[in-house]
C-alpha cells in the first residue's frame, strides 16, 4: 500500500512540470497570477461535461492476498464541472465500475461499486502562468469527498484526491487524463476477511473527453469611468466624427467647384476662410490657461490611443503650439491600482504617459516644451476606480 502511494506522488510530481513545455508560443499569459481583476462570470458560463473511462485497483491498509495485478478492475466517470474563475471550479463526479479482491479461500472475488462525490478543482497553470485561453495544457489538482456504494448494500463517505491533466484540441474540446486515489475505510470492500486493514485505498487511471459550453474565457473589467467623463466621451466621438464627414464633404465640393469655374474656387476659398475662423473660434474658447489648466486623456485597459482620444489630441496640440513660448507642459500618467501588482501599474503609468508625450511630439509639439512622469498609488485624480487615464497639466 506504501509502495502504491509512492508511485503516485512521483508521477504526479513529473506531469506537474509539464505545462511550461507543452504551451503554445503564439500569445503572452497575464502579467500576474490570475486570482484577481477578473469580472464573475454568469451562472451558465463556464460549463463542463466530461466523460471517461480506465482502470483501477483496490487495497486494504494491510493484509492483502495476491499481487496489485489480481485487484484491477474497469471503471467509468461522468463528471459536470462549473469553473467559477479562471483558477478555481466546483466539479460533481459519479463514478462506477468494478475492483477485484483475491479471497483466502482462493481465487478472486469481483465486487461493484458506485462513487458520487463533489470535487474542489484548480486550474494550476492558470494561477501560477497567468490566464491564457490558447494555453494547450493544463494542470488542474482536485480535491473533495462522496459516497461509496458497494453491491452488498455497505455505503459510507470516502474521499478523493488527484491531478486531472488537460489538453486542448479546440476552444470547445479537451482530452483527459485523470489520475487519482480514493480513501475511505476497509468495509466499503464487501470481501470480508481476518486480518484486514482498517482502511480501503483504490488507484485510478481514465481517459476521456470533455465538452466546454456557455461563454468560455474570461475578461478583465473595463475602465470604471465617472458618468461625466463617459458623456465627454461620447460628445467628443460625435462631435469628431460630424467635424470628419464635414470635411469630407467640403473638400469634394470645392474640387467640385474649382473644375468649374474661377467663381466657385472664390467661393471655395471663402468656405475655406470662414472653416478656419470657426476652427480659431473653436481653439480660442478651448485654450490651456489658468482658467482650463489641465486635458484628460483617457484609455482603457492598455495603453493604446483610440481614435477619439487622437483627435482630442490634435485639438491640443494646437492649443500648445499658439500658446505662448515660455510655458511648458507635464504629462501625468496614472493606472488603476485598485486591480493587478503595484509594480506593473507604476509602468503601465509610465507607458501612457510616454505615449501622449510621443505623439504630441508627431503633431509638432517641441519637446523642451513638455515633461512626461509616470505617477503612483498616492497621487489618483479620481477616489473611484477608472484612473486609466493621462493628464496634460
Known amino acids: 500500500m506504501h509502495n502504491f502511494y509512492k508511485t503516485i506522488i512521483v508521477f504526479t510530481l513529473t506531469i506537474a512540470s509539464i505545462p511550461a513545455m507543452a504551451q503554445e508560443e503564439t500569445s503572452t499569459p497575464e502579467p500576474y497570477p490570475s486570482f484577481a481583476g477578473f469580472v464573475t462570470n454568469k451562472f451558465w458560463d463556464n460549463w463542463e461535461i466530461s466523460a471517461d473511462f480506465g482502470t483501477g485497483f483496490a487495497s486494504f491498509s494491510s493484509g492483502n492476498l495476491g499481487g496489485y495485478g489480481d485487484r484491477f478492475g474497469l471503471n467509468g466517470e461522468l463528471s459536470v464541472t462549473k469553473w467559477l474563475h479562471p483558477v478555481v471550479g466546483i466539479r460533481g463526479q459519479l463514478m462506477g465500475g468494478n475492483y477485484h479482491t483475491v479471497h483466502p479461500t482462493g481465487g478472486k472475488t469481483a465486487w461493484n461499486f458506485m462513487f458520487a462525490h463533489i470535487d474542489i478543482v484548480s486550474n494550476f497553470s492558470n494561477w501560477i502562468g497567468g490566464y491564457k485561453e490558447d494555453r494547450v495544457y493544463y494542470a488542474i489538482p482536485f480535491a473533495g469527498m462522496g459516497l ?29 487524463l485523470e489520475i487519482k486515489g480514493i480513501l475511505g475505510m476497509s468495509s466499503l470492500n464487501p470481501v470480508s476477511y481476518s486480518p484486514r486493514g482498517r482502511f480501503l485505498g483504490t488507484g485510478n487511471v481514465s481517459v476521456g473527453v470533455t465538452y466546454r459550453f456557455g461563454k468560455r474565457d474570461y475578461v478583465r473589467p473595463a475602465a470604471d469611468c465617472s458618468a461625466e467623463n463617459l458623456k465627454y466621451l461620447k460628445e467628443a466621438a460625435e462631435a469628431a466624427q460630424k467635424e470628419a ?73 494646437d492649443q500648445i503650439k499658439s500658446s505662448t513660448a515660455d510655458r511648458t507642459y507635464t504629462v501625468c500618467g496614472y493606472a488603476d ?40 498609488r498616492d497621487a489618483q485624480p479620481f477616489t473611484a476606480r477608472g484612473n486609466q487615464v493621462v493628464i496634460i497639466k
Not at 150 to 168: C, D, K, V
Not at 274 to 282: G, I, R, T
Not at 350 to 373: D, F, K, S, W
Open 245 to 317: 464627414l464635414a470635411a469630407k464633404a467640403a473638400e469634394d465640393n470645392l474640387k467640385t467647384q474649382l473644375a468649374e469655374s474661377q467663381k466657385a474656387a472664390e467661393n471655395a476659398r471663402q468656405q475655406a476662410e470662414q472653416a478656419a475662423q470657426d476652427l480659431a473660434d473653436l481653439q480660442e474658447q478651448h485654450v490651456m490657461d489658468e482658467s482650463t489648466p489641465e486635458q484628460c486623456i483617457f484609455f482603457n485597459n492598455g495603453a493604446v490611443l483610440s481614435e477619439s482620444e487622437k483627435l482630442h489630441l490634435s485639438v491640443i496640440a
Open 337 to 376: 491600482f485598485s486591480t493587478g501588482s503595484y509594480n506593473y501599474n507604476i509602468q503601465l503609468a509610465e507607458l501612457r504617459a510616454r505615449t501622449v508625450y510621443n505623439y504630441l511630439i508627431g503633431l509638432g509639439v517641441p519637446a523642451e516644451r513638455m515633461t512626461h512622469q509616470g505617477m503612483g
Open 148 to 176: 461509496f456504494a458497494s453491491n452488498r448494500h455497505t455505503i459510507n463517505y470516502a474521499f478523493t484526491a488527484g491531478l486531472l491533466s488537460r489538453f486542448r484540441v479546440c476552444p470547445s474540446v479537451d482530452i483527459n
